[in-house]
């Protein structure tokens, strides 16, 4: 394959559907084919789609037949009223035969305004056959409300080993669902509490302790009133609550959608509506083959807070087109939207709608916060496995990035690069102070002395200066700024230039599945390169968030610090140098008193500036 011919395929293209332009009563996408002053359409982000909607009773007898002009049949777009059913003469087989009796219905053309559309079927689907039919509609999913369980073990009472001869070593081991540590110590006593009886905390007040019986291990229910039996039973003293005032986090910190804690209550009113228009894809590989060709069967998945969304599958297409448009509610302008296209590889109704790998294990080598996520991963991915349609499991962690911490030649190799763009300025600025310093060129070093001595003899033009030519710097690039959202970047991501074996071990099970010369030889290179470029990706996204602040990227941040440059500047100015340094040392050691332990305000900006990272595969 041509090398440049492969680089045009991975680069962003403008498609310039007609938006808007053909529906019914004009639309904020054009004026519309029929101008009038009527409500704009909210599907109007999209291609108008027609379908014809019908509804078949039963297979049984024949009786007569209805023929329609598919010219004749009306269109028929909310807030348009329904519209009125007619009785219609039904027809026998043969065009010339008497009459079999009439039918009352209503036939009309229907667009994705109406309420009937996501029963649709496209009409590349009519092969679909048994259960197959439900995986090819489209779905609107929402994510499980979860909780935080907070279980503090105070003390416990009468705890009676069954050796007594040792001394006992007592330590209580909590499991919730399938969260499970191996142990082979000795059970002295269990207790068994539903969740739903536990109170829920959604501030800071602080939360009664209750005893609780513990159950003698071993008398189950088939011991009948033996557990009575027993002259005393063993207590644990437990403060136990479910935590509403976090939020649980089951998604990459770098793409996440929604931050508000689980209890309505402490949400904040929604900032905006969302709406996005789900057109079309281009150049799709063949994921499969039917009938000795290459096909693929396409559907677009979008996740953004609670709100899952799921096209309809558009079979045997490397070009399908959805047309659909969905909008959420927008509490955070700092989130991130997923949308992913996946195949569809159970279509053929062959495989059941299952309840999702609740049984799978944990990698032991990822944090506590990463455990967690992963566990509340698995919760998400069992409830949405169980729609139907469901959403694969398969599915939930690819939009989740539950491998995220999983390691990968070509991702490190990328933020290596990334670290080594970033500090290309200050490597070339060290540069030049070295050969200033060698007197390399004396000319340029005369000229930076006397600059040197000015900002001593002045240096109160230092911070002004600084600040004046980066508001300076922010206002030229105004007119480079970016015009389009930030794409999955294959440069950037090594995605062209990987080497097939390293692909392969990004794509390989844990634990591995190769054999052990292969193991062995991706063990020797991990070691030669894992030293350099273990941290690099953070400290990328550091500096690169510094970037963004000049770069326009996100508008309202960089406007905002050229608005802050610019007073900055002007205060710096008029200030005198020596107050500014000492008001700067007093706050620089304020007493803790003074201190507070949520995240200063500049913190909590630059933490949600934009950076690279965002168009990393």
Same mark, same amino acid.
């Given at each position: 394959?041509?090398?440049?011919?492969?680089?045009?395929?991975?680069?962003?293209?403008?498609?310039?559907?007609?938006?808007?332009?053909?529906?019914?009563?004009?639309?904020?996408?054009?004026?519309?084919?029929?101008?009038?002053?009527?409500? +704009?359409?909210?599907?109007?982000?999209?291609?108008?789609?027609?379908?014809?909607?019908?509804?078949?009773?039963?297979?049984?007898?024949?009786?007569?037949?209805?023929? =329609?002009?598919?010219?004749?049949?009306?269109?028929?777009?909310?807030?348009?009223?329904?519209?009125?059913?007619?009785?219609?003469?039904?027809?026998?087989?043969?065009?010339?035969?008497?009459?079999?009796?009439?039918?009352?219905?209503?036939?009309?053309?229907?667009?994705?305004?109406?309420?009937?559309?996501?029963?649709?079927?496209?009409?590349?689907?009519?092969?679909?056959?048994?259960? #197959?039919? =439900?995986?090819?509609?489209?779905? &609107?999913? &929402?994510?499980?409300?979860?909780?935080?369980?907070?279980?503090?073990?105070?003390?416990?009472?009468?705890?009676?080993?069954?050796?007594?001869?040792?001394?006992?070593?007592? !330590?209580?081991?909590?499991?919730?669902?399938?969260?499970?540590?191996?142990?082979?110590?000795?059970?002295?006593?269990?207790?068994?509490?539903?969740?739903?009886? !536990?109170?829920?905390?959604?501030?800071?007040?602080?939360?009664?302790?209750?005893? =609780?019986?513990?159950?003698?291990?071993?008398?189950?229910? $088939?011991? #009948?009133?033996?557990?009575?039996?027993?002259?005393?039973?063993?207590?644990?003293?437990?403060?136990?609550?479910?935590?509403?005032?976090?939020?649980?986090?089951?998604?990459?910190?770098?793409?996440?959608?929604?931050?508000?804690?689980?209890?309505?209550?402490?949400?904040?009113?929604?900032?905006?509506?969302?709406?996005?228009?789900?057109?079309?894809?281009?150049?799709? $590989?063949?994921?499969?083959?039917?009938?000795?060709?290459?096909?693929?069967?396409?559907? /677009?998945?979008?996740?953004?807070?609670?709100?899952?969304?799921?096209?309809?599958?558009?079979?045997?297409?490397?070009?399908?087109?959805?047309?659909?448009?969905?909008?959420?509610?927008?509490?955070?302008? /700092?989130?991130?939207?997923?949308?992913?296209?996946?195949?569809?590889?159970?279509?053929?109704?062959?495989?059941?709608?299952?309840?999702?790998? #609740?049984?799978?294990?944990?990698?032991?080598?990822?944090?506590?916060?990463?455990?967690?996520?992963? %566990?509340?991963?698995?919760?998400?991915?069992?409830?949405?496995?169980?729609?139907?349609?469901?959403?694969?499991?398969?599915?939930?962690?690819?939009?989740?990035?539950?491998?995220?911490?999983?390691?990968?030649?070509?991702?490190?190799?990328?933020?290596?690069?990334?670290?080594?763009?970033?500090?290309?300025?200050?490597?070339?600025?060290?540069?030049?102070?070295?050969?200033? /310093?060698?007197?390399?060129?004396?000319?340029?070093?005369?000229?930076?002395?006397?600059?040197?001595?000015?900002?001593?003899?002045?240096?109160?033009?230092?911070?002004?200066?600084?600040?004046?030519?980066?508001?300076?710097?922010?206002?030229?690039?105004?007119?480079?700024?970016?015009?389009?959202?930030?794409?999955?970047?294959?440069?950037?991501?090594?995605?062209?230039?990987?080497?097939?074996?390293?692909?392969?071990?990004?794509?390989?099970?844990?634990?591995?599945?190769? %054999?052990?010369?292969?193991?062995?030889?991706?063990?020797?290179?991990?070691?030669?390169?894992?030293?350099?470029?273990?941290?690099?990706?953070?400290?990328? +996204? %550091?500096?690169?968030?510094?970037?963004?602040?000049?770069?326009?990227?996100?508008?309202?941040?960089?406007?905002?610090?050229?608005?802050?440059?610019?007073?900055?500047?002007?205060?710096?100015?008029?200030?005198?140098?020596?107050?500014?340094?000492?008001?700067?040392?007093?706050?620089? !050691?304020?007493?803790?008193?003074?201190?507070?332990? $949520?995240?200063?305000?500049?913190?909590? !900006?630059?933490?949600?500036?934009?950076?690279?990272?965002?168009?990393?595969?």
């Amino acid at each position: 394959m041509n090398p440049l011919n492969r680089q045009e395929d991975f680069k962003l293209k403008d498609t310039k559907p007609q938006l808007g332009e053909r529906w019914p009563h004009g639309g904020r996408g054009g004026g519309g084919w029929i101008s009038s002053d009527r409500a +704009t359409s909210t599907y109007d982000l999209v291609e108008q789609m027609f379908y014809l909607d019908r509804e078949m009773v039963g297979r049984d007898d024949y009786i007569g037949k209805v023929i =329609f002009d598919m010219h004749e049949v009306p269109t028929r777009v909310p807030p348009d009223s329904p519209l009125a059913p007619q009785w219609y003469r039904l027809e026998d087989r043969h065009a010339d035969s008497k009459v079999k009796g009439e039918v009352m219905l209503a036939v009309w053309m229907g667009t994705q305004a109406d309420e009937a559309f996501p029963e649709a079927w496209n009409s590349d689907a009519a092969s679909v056959q048994g259960e #197959g039919v =439900f995986s090819v509609r489209s779905k &609107v999913y &929402v994510s499980p409300k979860l909780w935080y369980l907070r279980v503090n073990v105070i003390e416990a009472q009468d705890v009676e080993p069954l050796d007594r001869s040792q001394q006992p070593q007592v !330590f209580v081991k909590a499991q919730v669902g399938n969260q499970v540590t191996p142990a082979k110590d000795e059970i002295m006593g269990r207790l068994i509490l539903p969740l739903h009886n !536990f109170e829920r905390r959604f501030d800071h007040r602080p939360v009664h302790s209750r005893w =609780f019986n513990l159950e003698k291990f071993g008398f189950g229910a $088939l011991e #009948g009133d033996k557990r009575h039996e027993l002259k005393f039973s063993s207590r644990v003293h437990l403060r136990v609550c479910l935590e509403g005032a976090y939020h649980v986090l089951d998604e990459s910190t770098m793409y996440i959608s929604d931050q508000r804690p689980t209890v309505r209550q402490l949400w904040k009113n929604p900032i905006g509506i969302l709406e996005v228009g789900i057109l079309s894809a281009q150049g799709l $590989l063949p994921m499969k083959t039917k009938e000795g060709k290459g096909n693929t069967d396409a559907y /677009c998945v979008a996740k953004y807070g609670l709100k899952w969304v799921r096209t309809r599958t558009i079979l045997e297409s490397f070009n399908p087109k959805w047309n659909e448009q969905y909008t959420w509610e927008v509490y955070d302008p /700092c989130t991130v939207i997923t949308l992913g296209v996946f195949d569809n590889c159970h279509s053929g109704g062959n495989e059941k709608s299952g309840g999702g790998g #609740g049984g799978a294990r944990l990698d032991s080598r990822i944090g506590k916060l990463d455990s967690l996520r992963y %566990q509340a991963m698995n919760i998400v991915a069992v409830r949405l496995s169980r729609a139907e349609p469901p959403l694969r499991k398969e599915v939930v962690e690819y939009m989740l990035d539950v491998d995220s911490h999983m390691w990968s030649m070509r991702r490190s190799k990328a933020n290596f690069f990334r670290i080594l763009s970033l500090f290309s300025g200050v490597i070339s600025m060290s540069k030049w102070l070295g050969e200033v /310093c060698q007197w390399k060129n004396p000319v340029t070093t005369i000229l930076v002395h006397v600059l040197f001595f000015i900002l001593i003899c002045y240096p109160e033009l230092i911070l002004p200066t600084i600040f004046l030519y980066m508001f300076l710097i922010g206002i030229w690039n105004y007119r480079f700024r970016p015009r389009h959202p930030p794409h999955m970047d294959t440069k950037l991501s090594c995605a062209e230039v990987v080497h097939p074996d390293e692909l392969d071990e990004e794509f390989d099970t844990f634990p591995t599945s190769k %054999q052990q010369d292969v193991a062995r030889m991706r063990y020797d290179r991990l070691r030669s390169v894992a030293g350099r470029i273990q941290t690099v990706g953070d400290m990328a +996204t %550091q500096g690169e968030r510094f970037q963004a602040l000049l770069s326009w990227r996100d508008p309202r941040a960089t406007a905002l610090y050229v608005i802050f440059c610019f007073i900055a500047a002007f205060v710096l100015y008029i200030t005198p140098f020596k107050i500014i340094v000492l008001i700067t040392g007093l706050f620089w !050691f304020r007493h803790p008193r003074f201190r507070s332990k $949520l995240p200063s305000v500049p913190s909590n !900006f630059f933490r949600r500036l934009p950076s690279r990272a965002d168009s990393l595969l």
